[in-house]
């Protein structure tokens, strides 16, 4: 987490995460067959018996993120059409602002489109207030040369249990207080 603690930050407003190893264990949702079925609180199956389960915490973790007034999106390489089915499915659609769903692994662009389109609505995002959560960092380098200075998690690696974000946002907010 050092590399998030040597630049000033600002409260943390907006969290965008990745989806396949980071909100669930399935680690390509668009190799899923439609239609899907839920078969649990957390789980679905898809038409050839392949599961995708949410991790334990993360509901909980979307939940209180979202009480707490911070933007929550979503930027996953993966097809729309599955992404947007697990979502329904288990009923994580309102948590997201915004669900940035494209095929192809420049996410850099998609966190673009997340900050356009919550800009258009009126919620103008300064990078330091963005907290980027991925299992992995290969998009980091490219997300920082063209959204900016973004905070950064990599999930299993700088927190082991998705309460360790909220506990990130938080310490992240009382120690730099807006205004
Ligand atoms: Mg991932």
């Known amino acids: 987490m050092i590399r998030n603690v040597l630049c000033k930050r600002l409260p943390i407003r907006l969290v965008v995460f990745d989806a396949d190893k980071t909100l669930w264990d399935n680690p390509n949702a668009s190799s899923l067959e ?7 609180e957390d789980s679905l199956v898809d038409a050839r018996g392949n599961r995708l389960n949410l991790f334990s915490g993360i509901r909980e973790l979307l939940q209180v993120l979202r009480s707490e007034g911070i933007v929550l999106a979503l930027a996953t390489w993966n097809k729309p059409e599955q992404i947007k089915e697990a979502l329904r499915i288990l009923e994580l659609e309102p948590f997201f602002r915004y669900v940035a769903a494209e095929f192809h692994p420049r996410k850099h662009l998609l966190l673009r489109k997340i900050l356009k389109n919550l800009s258009d609505e009126g919620t103008h995002l300064k990078p330091e207030e963005i907290l980027y959560v991925d299992d992995r960092d290969i998009h980091l380098k490219d997300i920082r040369k063209t959204v900016g200075r973004v905070a950064f998690l990599q999930m299993w690696k700088d927190v082991t249990h998705p309460n360790e974000i909220l506990s990130y ?3 992240t907010n009382l120690k730099n207080p807006s205004g």
């Not at 439609?34 to 649990?40: D, T």
């Open 34 to 40: 439609l239609p899907f079925k839920r078969v649990g």
């Open 169 to 171: 946002v938080k310490n």
